[in-house]
């Protein structure tokens, strides 16, 4: 993913109050790493960020605070684009576009993650990414973001109305009334963010066709870049992740669905010196530190979602990968 994204993260936790050099330790990120906003670093060692920063803050609602107080232009190549669109479903398009510059990881299968849906009269954005996925705080970031860069940009305009999210309320569930301003439904059978139907009728002012164009050459360029510099091993997380916690992983169904055959993925992994369950042990390795990081997620629901049949199971993988119990990891970083 863009290292934009963690070095912002980390300078605002900084500044509430976290140690830098503890953070970084954690997470596994160096200074080198989150220089280029364009660079890439895992996103595992993303999530341990967030998950140590809160930590570090006592500040659950860290992120979403953080998203609701950044500007998208400073992190990505993709801000600048959406500030550059000529509408919001314009705006929407780019971020479909762009979305593997920001993330590379293809939860979405292929898919559209964000749709502009008119139900009723009613105007919704809805955010379709799979649920069970890591925690809420990727659906607080995205509605946060929404909120946060309309209201920067057009202070005088309602922009968000009310929220309906699929997960329960979040202990820190004030912060939602505090930071977004609207009500919001938990427990709902859909994320989606209803906005004003003026945002649908609406262009922005004219004149940005050539910002537009000379940021979108750039993007495209990093696009053709991720293309042919994935690493194999990349492109297997990519596929393995949103499926982790289902514990049926086969090496048949992931060269399948990377379009080869089962010897060709065995012969491009063993070029990086890897194979398919060294790969997946591995994954399942620094997801593990990232969950129990976050302190959020107990033993029992990171063995279910790695994909452990029984807690045991996974407590005797996690002493192979640390040398350590989850518990006493935890306790250690607490």
């Known amino acids: 993913m863009a290292a934009g994204f963690a070095a912002a993260l980390l300078d605002y936790a900084v500044e509430k109050g976290a140690d830098r050099g503890q953070l970084l330790d954690v997470s596994g990120l160096t200074h080198d790493a989150l220089a280029k906003q364009d660079g ?88 379709h990414l799979p649920q069970p996925y890591q925690t809420p705080m990727a659906i607080e970031a995205s509605f946060s973001r929404f909120i946060s860069e309309f209201r920067r940009s057009f202070p005088d305009k309602v922009f968000g109305i009310e929220m309906e999210v699929t997960y329960p309320p979040p202990p820190y569930m004030s912060a939602y009334a505090e930071l977004l301003k609207v009500p ?36 495209d360029a990093l696009l053709a870049e991720l293309e042919t510099s994935d690493t194999i091993r990349a492109k297997v997380e990519a596929q393995i992740l949103p499926a982790l916690h289902t514990g049926t992983i086969s090496m048949d169904k992931i060269s399948r669905d990377m379009g080869m055959s ?59 990968w640390t040398g350590q119990s989850p518990k006493a990891y935890r306790d250690k970083i607490a």
């Open 40 to 127: 890439r670093i895992l996103v595992s060692a993303y999530h341990a960020l967030i998950g140590a920063a809160i930590a570090a803050t006592g500040d659950g609602a860290l992120v979403m605070r953080h998203t609701m107080e950044s500007k998208l232009e400073s992190m990505s190549i993709v801000g600048q684009i959406v500030h550059s669109s000529n509408s919001m479903v314009h705006s929407m398009q780019q971020l479909n576009r762009y979305a593997r510059l920001m993330a590379d990881v293809d939860i979405m299968q292929g898919a559209d993650r964000f749709e502009v849906a008119v139900e009723d009269d009613k105007v919704w954005i809805v955010d």
């Open 184 to 219: 919001v439904r938990f427990n709902g059978t859909r994320n989606a963010l209803r906005i004003d139907r003026f945002w649908l009728d609406t262009d922005f002012d004219p004149g940005n066709e050539y910002i537009f164009a000379i940021f979108t050459d750039h993007a």
């Open 262 to 320: 089962r010897q060709t993925l065995y012969r491009r992994l063993q070029e990086e010196g890897l194979t398919f369950a060294q790969v997946h042990d591995e994954l399942r390795s620094r997801m593990a530190r990232d969950y129990l990081t976050a302190s959020k997620v107990s033993v029992n629901e990171t063995a279910y979602l790695l994909g452990f049949s029984e807690a045991s199971s996974f407590v005797r993988a996690f002493k192979r």
